[in-house]
């Protein structure tokens, strides 16, 4: 009996622990004001994310590029080291949603003529980004996805800490972050 209500204790500590970084039901997820998105293209390296299925292969070096088409949609390349020292690429693509310097994007990476379909286009939301355009978090409405992306392999702590910080207080549960091993971790 005391071993129930110990761990039913520890279970009720664990979720008032949620509920503080928990978002409250009207806790809209706010974005940066605007993105230049010619300063935003070029390589991004993945530093941390919430684990998902479709990156469930990767185990190291984690990369984004993103660039210019003529139709002034961006392309969108993931790579990424799979367990075997193949690399695996993704290529996409996004638009941005609204103004000129929204950073709310959409992005796909079903095939071009699937691109009518609504559902094939997921939320790109940049939430956080340094003045310098080096240190980046992006996730969706619902806050089930987030990265945080940086221009080099590694971050330096304290702007990392800071960048959790603002991350907790936007109403990220931090602790489900998982690293991302880069190149010769």
Known sequence: MKIKLVITALGLLGLGATAQVAPTPDQTLTTIAALEVPRYLGRWYEIAKYPNSFQKKCVANTQARYSLMSDGQ???VNRCLLADGETSEA?????????ANS?????RFAPAWLSFIPAV??????????????????AEPK????WILSRT??????????LLER????GFDISKLALSPQQGD
């Open 153 to 162: 392999p590694k971050v330096d702590n304290k702007s990392y800490l800071a």
């Open 74 to 76: 961006l392309q969108v």
């Open 103 to 107: 950073p709310k994007l959409k992005v």
């Open 143 to 146: 806050r089930e996805y987030l």
């Open 91 to 99: 290529i996409g693509a996004a638009r941005q949603q609204g103004e």
């Open 121 to 138: 286009w997921g939320d790109y939301w940049v939430i956080d980004l340094d003045p310098a355009y080096q240190l980046a978090a992006v």
């Open 167 to 170: 991350l907790t207080q936007k």
